[in-house]
C-alpha cells in the first residue's frame, strides 16, 4: 500500500515506542519466568564480571559445581558488554532489560534492512520489521538477559550486509558481513550455519567462471579470518558444553514416539503460536502461496535462501532432542527466514482485493495485542517459575548473611536461581544430596547458612548440622550452620 511505503518512516519509529508500551510493566521486574534459570544464569555472569573480574575468559556463576565458579559454554561476549554498562549505572535489572530490548531493535531494523536489499521495496521491508518485532517468542525475550538476542541480531546483520554485497560487490559489505556472522558464532555456536548462505553463493559464482579461485580464496580468507576465535573457543570449551548438544539426534534417549510428539508440537503449536503469532499466520500461508504462485523460485537468488532454510532445518533436526517443544530460544534461527515469507504473504494480500485487504489490515494491526495477550503471563510474580518465597522476600533474605557468606540452597535444578535470588556464592544441592557427608564437605569449604523447603530440617541428618532458625515464612526456612 501507497500508505505504508509513504509513511514507512513513522512506523518504524513507532515500533519502538508501541513495543516500549507494551513493556513498560516489566523493565523493574526481577527475573522470572519461561526459561528463568537460563536468564539467571546469564544475569549472574553479568553481576560477578561487574563485581569480580572483567576478565572475559572466565565467567563466573555462584555455584561451586564448577571449579573456580568458571562455566564456560558460549564466548560471554554479551554478559561482558552488559557489565561494562552496570559500571556506569550501578547492579539494576532495569539495566538489563533496557540493553537487551535495545538491542532487539537492532534486530528489527537489520530485518528491515535486510528485507529491503531482498526486495527492492519499502513497503515489504516496513510489513517485515513490523510483523518480526512481535513474534511472540522474539517479544518476550527481547526483554530478558539471553546470549541468542546477540547472535540474533549480529546473525541478521550478516546476512544483510552479504546481500549488499551481492548487489554492489563492495569489499566493505563483505567486511562487516564476515565481522557479524563471526561474532554471532561467538556468541552462539548454531549461528555458524547463516555461513551457508554465503558458502553456496561462493562456490555458484565459482561454477559459473564469475569468480576465479584468487577471488574465492581471498572471500573465504575473509570470512576465515572473523570465525577463527570461534573454532578456538569452541575446541578449548567443548570438554563442557552438554552432551546433548553435541550428540543431537545421536542421543538415543528419545523414542520414535517422542520424536513424533515433538514434531508434532513444533509444527502445531510452537510456530504458529510462538515462532510466527497467530496473527501472522495467514500472511506466512500466503507467503508459500505466492512463492509458487509467482514462480518466485526462478529468481537468480533464491537458491541462496533455500540452502539457507535446509541448513537450519538440518540443525533443527539434529537438535530436536534437546529443542523439544519447551526450548524455544533455541529457534532463533529460523526467524529471519520465516519473516521474510511472511512479509512477502501480507504484502500481496495487501493488493489482492477488498477482503484479503481488509483481513490483512486487521492482522497487522492486531500483532501487538495478540504478542502481549500470549507472552505477558510469563511474567507472573506469584507463579515466578520457582518457588515463589524467593521472590517475595527477596531483599529480606539478602539481609540475613553476611555479603561474603557461603551459603547452600536446595530444591533448585537450575543451580543458578536461588543463588542468584539470594545473591551469595555456594552451593546448590539437590533434596537427595542433603545427608550428612555432604553437608560436612560444604561446612568445611566454608558454609555458613542453609536455605531449606519442604521442612528438610526435621531430619535427623539436617538437622544435627543446623545451628539457629533466623528465618521461617511460607514453606522456607534459614539456618545458620554449625
Not at 463 to 481: C, M, P, Q, S, T
Amino acid at each position: 500500500m501507497e500508505l505504508i511505503k509513504k509513511h514507512y518512516k513513522l512506523i518504524l519509529c513507532s515500533i519502538p515506542f508501541i513495543s516500549f508500551v507494551l513493556h513498560f510493566h516489566v523493565f523493574n521486574l526481577d527475573l522470572v519466568g519461561i526459561h528463568v534459570w537460563r536468564q539467571t544464569e546469564t544475569q549472574t555472569v553479568i553481576n560477578n564480571f561487574y563485581q569480580e573480574d572483567m576478565n572475559i575468559f572466565y565467567p563466573r556463576v555462584n555455584d561451586f559445581i564448577y571449579p573456580d565458579r568458571v562455566m564456560r559454554g558460549e564466548f560471554p561476549l554479551m554478559q561482558w558488554i552488559f557489565s561494562l554498562f552496570y559500571k556506569i549505572f550501578g547492579t539494576r535489572i532495569a539495566v538489563t532489560r533496557v540493553l537487551s530490548f535495545i538491542m532487539g531493535l537492532f534486530s528489527v531494523y537489520g530485518m528491515f534492512y535486510l528485507c529491503d536489499n531482498v526486495f527492492k521495496n519499502k513497503t515489504i521491508a516496513t510489513i517485515c520489521a513490523w510483523c518480526f518485532n512481535f513474534s511472540p517468542v522474539f517479544y518476550y525475550y527481547t526483554l530478558n538477559p539471553m546470549p541468542d538476542n546477540m547472535a540474533l541480531c549480529c546473525g541478521i546483520w550478516s546476512i544483510a550486509f552479504f546481500y549488499s554485497y551481492t548487489n554492489v560487490y563492495k569489499i566493505k559489505y563483505l567486511v562487516w558481513s564476515a565481522l557479524f556472522l563471526g561474532l554471532a558464532t561467538l556468541v552462539k555456536l548454531p549461528f555458524v550455519l547463516y555461513g551457508s548462505f554465503i558458502f553456496v553463493f561462493i562456490f555458484e559464482q565459482l561454477r559459473n567462471k564469475k569468480y576465479n579461485m584468487q577471488e574465492v580464496v581471498c572471500i573465504s580468507s575473509i570470512y576465515l579470518l572473523f570465525i577463527f576465535p570461534s573454532v578456538i573457543w569452541y575446541i578449548m570449551v567443548l570438554p563442557s558444553l552438554c552432551s546433548g548438544l553435541l550428540m543431537g539426534f545421536f542421543d538415543v534417549k528419545q523414542s520414535f514416539a517422542g520424536w513424533a510428539y515433538i514434531l508434532q508440537g513444533s509444527i502445531v503449536s510452537v510456530l504458529p503460536e510462538l515462532l510466527i503469532n497467530y496473527a501472522s499466520v495467514v500472511f506466512f500461508v500466503a507467503g508459500f502461496y505466492y512463492l509458487f504462485r509467482n514462480k518466485v523460485y526462478r529468481n537468480k537468488n533464491f537458491y541462496l535462501f533455500f540452502f539457507w532454510g535446509v541448513t537450519v532445518i538440518l540443525y533443527f533436526v539434529y537438535e530436536l532432542n534437546m529443542i523439544d517443544t519447551i526450548h524455544d530460544y533455541y529457534l532463533f534461527p529460523f526467524l529471519p527466514l520465516i519473516f521474510l515469507l511472511v512479509a512477502f504473504g501480507a504484502y500481496h494480500l495487501l493488493f489482492k482485493n477488498f477482503v484479503s485487504r481488509l483481513l490483512a489490515i486487521i492482522c497487522l494491526c492486531i500483532l501487538p495485542l495478540t504478542a502481549f495477550l500470549r507472552i505477558d503471563t510469563r511474567w507472573d510474580t506469584k507463579d515466578p517459575g520457582f518457588d515463589a518465597a524467593y521472590y517475595k522476600y527477596k531483599e529480606e533474605l539478602q539481609s540475613l548473611t553476611p555479603s561474603n557468606a557461603y551459603c547452600i540452597t536446595c530444591d533448585d535444578p537450575s543451580n543458578y536461581i536461588l543463588l542468584y535470588y539470594i545473591n551469595r556464592k555456594g552451593w546448590t544441592l539437590k533434596n537427595d544430596q542433603l545427608n550428612n557427608i555432604v553437608l560436612s564437605d560444604c561446612i568445611m569449604k566454608g558454609a555458613k547458612y542453609i536455605f531449606l523447603v519442604n521442612h528438610l530440617d526435621d531430619q535427623p541428618e539436617i538437622k544435627a548440622h543446623l545451628d539457629g532458625k533466623i528465618f521461617d515464612k511460607e514453606n522456607l526456612r534459614v539456618y545458620k550452620l554449625k
